[in-house]
């Protein structure tokens, strides 16, 4: 037997409800309008990259990791991201991470001390505006960050496919676009 689903009786709990949707990554307005008014939110990455076709640089992972990161919609001013774990000073590392802090869009007014931002859904397409081409062998790096990366934002409408082979590159093997919160019109000062 079910039990019945307790009727929500305050706005605190309809801003909890808010808050879990914004956790899983995809969040529909409240009001019922398309794009929710947000405030930005602080967040940290901590990645690192194993994988068994494409190796990288410690350079090179931060360099990508960075793309994907302001595409997803991080703010760019306040992005900072640093290598970790590496060994040798230069060429391919065997498991080179990054950590990055930044601040990214969450849907609802947050608290007395933020500022409420307009916002607007804007479509993105990871494979070939961050310049990840799956004949360069991004398969196995964009399919790791989609699990990492991806739940740190608010996001809906992701179309995901991959079909990363180990120590194979093969053309289309990937296809990433995803749906993302941006600023309305300008971002006020932080």
């Known amino acids: 037997m079910s039990r ?3 009727f929500i009786r305050s706005i605190a709990s309809v801003t ?3 808050a879990l949707g914004a956790a899983a990554g995809s969040v529909p307005a409240a009001d019922g309008s398309d794009a929710p008014v947000a405030h930005w939110e602080q967040r940290t990455l901590d990645y690192t990259y194993m994988g068994f ?3 990288y640089s410690c350079d090179g992972l931060e360099d990508n990791v960075r793309e994907l990161l302001l595409a997803l919609g991080a703010r760019k001013k306040d ?3 640093r290598s970790v774990g590496c060994t040798r000073l230069v060429g391919i590392e065997p498991f080179p991470g990054v950590k990055a802090h930044f ?13 409420v931002q307009a916002t607007k859904w804007q479509s993105v397409n990871l494979v070939r ?3 990840f081409r799956s004949d360069q062998g991004q398969c ?3 399919d790791q960050l989609k699990h990492k990366a991806l739940p740190l934002f608010t996001s809906r409408n992701l179309d995901f496919h991959s079909s990363c082979v180990p120590h194979e590159i093969t053309l289309g093997d990937i296809h990433f676009t995803v ?8 971002t006020p000062p932080a």
Do not use: S
Not at 104 to 113: C, E, F, R, S, T
Not at 179 to 186: H, I, M, N
């Open 4 to 6: 019945p689903i307790p």
């Open 16 to 18: 909890a409800l808010a």
């Open 53 to 55: 076709t494409t190796h």
């Open 79 to 81: 992005l900072e991201i």
């Open 103 to 115: 601040w990214v869009l969450v849907p609802g007014p947050g608290d007395a001390k933020t500022t």
């Open 129 to 131: 505006q961050v310049n």
């Open 140 to 142: 196995e790096l964009l």
């Open 179 to 186: 749906e993302v919160l941006r600023p309305a019109g300008p």
